[in-house]
């Protein structure tokens, strides 16, 4: 059996098992939309459908291995040309991808493998197979609890440090989706997003990354001719109170170990932080806060440490998919062609309890495949793996992601 047509029919039948569950979006004749099948390699785009049931009946039909429509909307979708579609708005998006996330467990998972004579080797795709010299190479980006930990921990800070109490935006005007494959996918929908430039959301994408953050000018400085230090307040708005805030998580949080990392000239300096930590904690919880109780920490260190906080404090979201209003995202409800797992829609609520390799899987039954290797993953409740060379039943829902990751094969 081919592999391709094997998930195809299976996507098809999700399609056809879900069509009351799948989401279109709204205004689905004003967007434009894109799909990736399983017999052809290239992404078609300028599509448009006019109603939710003729999206629907499409899907049921073709089985796409992955669906995307645009975040924006125009007057006519499905012109060929960008320019001839009459841009009327686009939702505000942003991608918060393990991709773009320093993980400890990245070098240990991500490999890629020779599509010819299965070669593999671990970390980034050299530019020909070293034993068949082929460049038919397909790299292997692994995900793993840790990843799709660290991101859905970004995604919550995005949510509710920056999207609701900075940005001043509704409960529902924010949704949530998993992506099904690395990462998390934030869509704003709101008169006062729509109409937003390109250069307007890169501004919003230096605010989330916190670009440019001067303490100083968020009240941490040296006043006066005794030179008192004073600083921000957690209860201050915006970045101010989020530096106080994530300054107070850092020393909070500091111990030996993250000391060592520091350069010699400031180890003693956070030593001596280090040692009073609780006192210090104490003074910078206060209303207003005592920034100049520690005699020997003097302005530069405080400015240091601010660098330390906004780094813990910002949100690592793909920039290109926040500024680029023609750009296209996947659909909620759909599969993602990577994985087979559902793009998920989350209430913000179930997000912090959301188990992405549980709750995205959609296939029920079992499945022999041969693998050729992967690590341990987890699906469910069990875990599998590792595997080498061998034939393994599977969950119907392992397999499948084991097939879409092109490390196993239909025997
Ligand atoms: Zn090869
Ligand atoms: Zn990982």
Known sequence: MDKNDFLMNLFGNYYNDNVSKIEPPSNTAKREFGFMFFRHSAVIRHLGFENDEQLKTFLIREAPSDVF?????YNQPDMPKMSLKGWEGCDLIFDIDADHIETSCKNEHDKWNCQVCWEIGKGIKPEKCPKCGNSKIEEIKW??????????QETIKLVEDFLIPDFGLNETEVSVCFSGHRGYHIHVESDIV????????????????GSGINPELHGLQEVGRKRIIVG??????????RLARY???FISELDENQIQKEDKSVRKKFSTLLKEKQKV????????????????????????????????AKVEIDEPVTSDIRRLIRLPTSLNGKTGFEVKPLKLNELAEFDPFSKSQVFKGEFTVYIIDVPRFRIGEEIFGPYTNEKVELPLSAAVFLLCKGVARID
């Open 69 to 73: 429509y645009s975040a924006a909307s």
């Open 143 to 152: 995900l793993c609890d840790i990843c799709l930990e660290t991101a859905k």
């Open 281 to 312: 904690v104490n003074y910078l919880t206060r209303h207003p806060p005592l920034w100049d109780a520690m005699k020997n920490i003097d302005i530069n260190v405080w400015y240091l440490i601010s660098e330390r906080a906004i780094n813990m």
């Open 232 to 241: 921000p307040d957690t209860k201050g708005r915006g970045w101010e109170g």
């Open 194 to 209: 729509r109409e937003l430039s390109s250069q307007a959301r890169r501004e919003i994408i230096d605010y989330i990354k």
């Open 247 to 249: 300054i107070i998580k």
